[in-house]
Every structure is written in structure tokens, then in C-alpha cells.
């Protein structure tokens, strides 16, 4: 791939194809974000891009990118990210933290800092956030309440300005990093269920989320806050997630019901650890909190418009091709 380099403002920014519509974009560099790049740029876009260090994913590879070095703490490099931007997508965020504060520094902190750079422009570009659909339960995690009040920051700033958020429900998929502590049970002939009334539990693979804010970059409304899932929007109960988890990977482990209190106790150990010096946890209490929540169904009043978009990867298609990424990179054991 063609590359040079050039200095401006003590910025390095490496830069391909100068041809196209200019999107900029936060976290390219993760799951989520590389979907989303490539999407992007699969539909014409000519990518810049937010990130500290080397643009290495693997999802990456090939595509024509314009680096701006920095984060979302950096106000100069914000503002370079969005210079003479036509679109700006703010897929960056925290998934996991040892506070509330690291949370909120990211997720709400960082999301305004960028919507006040999109609000000095000139000419304001289309404004996608991705959020999560965490965000609708602001009160049972930090992680949470971090991404609705990133939301409330956006929307504050950019009033009367494109402001577009999407909250995606579960993502899964290859690259899913952070995910595949649950591709394991696919592997295991014990595993834990919660107990009834089940959760509800709404799924889209990575490829149909990056396709929604790919469609959505270029038409449909510019304002309002959207739910994207798969084409089961009223979710999956965990025993059929675990069910298909094992037909993906050739043996269906025992689901094994444990109580609420059980599960919490766990998260609550998880994040003490953390805490006491440990990497942050993604399992924590709020998040055991989140598992236990009832209703991760879509809601339907908040779908795009299926002329705009509209799914297109079956949960069984996407977790045969996830759990076969994993066991490539040892992350699910093979059945026997």
C-alpha cells in the first residue's frame, strides 16, 4: 500500500489515496472501529483516523488510512481529526476500567471534547456516535451510565447539529477479543445459565453493525438514537445462545442454572481484584449486573428503516465463523 509521511503541528499523518469523501474516525484501531473502517471504506470513503500507536489490525490491512496521532484527550488532535471533515464517526470507548471516573474521562469526557471540535467547523459534518445499548440502563453499571451520559454530552454540544447515535446490542464476531472467554463455554460441557425468567438477549455480528453505520453515513436521518441487531429483535434466551454455541463448535455443553446473588458475588470479587492492583476486569459487579437485567431485546421503536438498512448474517452463519476464528487462534477448545 502507498504511504508517505508528513509533519504538521508535531503531528506525523500517513496518508494514501487522497481521493473521495473524508471520514474520521475514532477507535479504527478495535474491533468494532476496523469493521466500521473498512465498510467505510469498501463504500468510497477515504479514512483519517484518531489512534496513538501503529494502525496494526489485521482488518486493516490494505485500506488506504490518514493518521492522526493522538487521543481523545488531546484537543489539538481532535481537532486536526475533523479538519474540513465531511463525516465524523466516534466509535472510540472504554469497555472496561477499574473506576467510574476512568469510565466517565473516556466515554462522556472524550465524546464532548470531540463534539465541541465538530461544533467550531465551519460546515458541519454528519456526526455518528456509537454507543451501546448498555446506554438505555444507564443505572446498572458504570460502563453504562459512562456511554449514556456520553450520548447526553453529544447531544448537548451538537443541538441543532447532525448528531446520530447508535447503539449496537451484543456484538460479536471474529476479532472479538474481549469475547471469547464466552466462545470457551462452547468447548466445555458445563456451563453456567441464569435462572428463570431468562434474559433476553439481542445479537449482531460485527460486519452488520459496521454496514449499519456505513449505510447510515450516507443517507437516512441525521439526528436521533437508533438500536441495531441482528433479525431476532426480540433477542435470544441464554440457553439457546449456549445451544448454539455448541452446535457451532460440535457438542452442546450442560446448561447449569445459578442463582442471581452467585453471579453477583462473582462480579463483585472480579472488580475487588482489579482494584487491589489487577488488570481492570470486564466481569465486574456492574457487569454482572448487566447480565442479570431481563431485557436485552431491540427496541423497536428505535430501528433504522429497513429501506436504509437491514441485517444480513443468521446467528448460526456468524457464530460458526467466529468460533472458527477462535479456535484458529486457540481461544475455543475442539469437542470430543
Not at 457438542?251 to 447449569?256: E, H, K, Y
Not at 449486573?289 to 456468524?318: N, V, Y
Request: glycine fraction near 10%.
Amino acid at each position: 500500500m502507498p504511504r508517505w509521511l508528513f509533519r504538521r503541528d508535531r503531528r506525523h499523518l500517513s496518508t494514501g489515496d487522497v481521493t473521495g469523501r473524508v471520514a474520521a474516525v475514532t477507535g479504527g484501531n478495535g474491533f468494532l472501529g476496523s469493521a466500521i473502517v473498512a465498510a467505510l471504506s469498501a463504500a468510497g470513503w477515504r479514512i483519517r483516523l484518531l489512534a496513538r500507536g501503529a494502525l496494526d489490525h489485521p482488518v486493516l490491512s490494505g485500506i488506504a488510512l490518514q493518521q492522526v496521532s493522538g487521543d481523545l484527550a488531546d484537543a489539538a488532535a481532535v481537532a486536526e481529526l475533523v479538519r474540513d471533515a465531511d463525516l465524523v464517526v466516534h466509535a472510540a470507548g472504554l469497555v472496561k476500567a477499574r473506576t467510574r471516573q476512568h469510565f466517565l474521562a473516556v466515554n462522556r469526557d472524550g465524546t464532548a471534547r470531540l463534539a465541541e471540535a465538530v461544533k467550531r467547523l465551519p460546515r458541519p459534518p454528519r456526526f455518528i456516535l456509537i454507543s451501546s445499548q448498555a446506554a438505555r440502563e444507564p443505572s446498572l453499571s458504570d460502563y453504562a451510565a459512562s456511554k449514556r451520559l456520553g450520548e447526553a454530552a453529544a447531544e448537548a454540544v451538537l443541538a441543532g447539529r447532525p448528531c446520530m447515535v447508535l447503539r449496537p446490542c451484543v456484538i460479536y464476531g471474529p476479532w472479538d477479543r474481549e469475547g471469547r472467554a464466552l466462545l470457551r463455554l462452547a468447548g466445555s460441557r458445563i456451563a453456567p445459565a441464569v435462572r428463570a425468567p431468562e434474559p433476553r438477549i439481542a445479537m449482531i455480528h460485527v460486519r452488520d453493525a459496521a454496514a449499519a453505520v456505513a449505510a447510515a453515513a450516507s443517507g437516512g436521518p441525521e439526528v436521533g438514537v437508533f438500536e441495531i441487531c441482528d433479525e431476532r429483535a426480540d433477542g435470544y434466551g441464554w440457553r439457546e445462545l449456549l445451544r448454539r454455541l455448541g452446535e457451532a463448535n460440535g457438542r452442546v455443553p450442560r446448561a447449569v442454572a445459578v442463582p442471581d446473588l452467585l453471579i453477583r458475588a462473582a462480579g463483585s470479587a472480579n472488580e475487588l481484584l482489579a482494584l487491589a492492583g489487577g488488570p481492570p476486569a470486564m466481569f465486574g459487579a456492574g457487569k454482572a449486573r448487566e447480565i442479570l437485567h431481563r431485557d436485552w431485546s431491540a427496541d423497536p421503536a428505535r430501528r433504522l428503516s429497513a429501506a436504509l438498512w437491514q441485517p444480513r448474517i443468521a446467528l448460526t452463519e456468524g457464530l460458526a465463523e467466529t468460533v472458527a476464528w477462535a479456535r484458529s487462534r486457540r481461544g475455543v477448545p475442539r469437542s470430543r
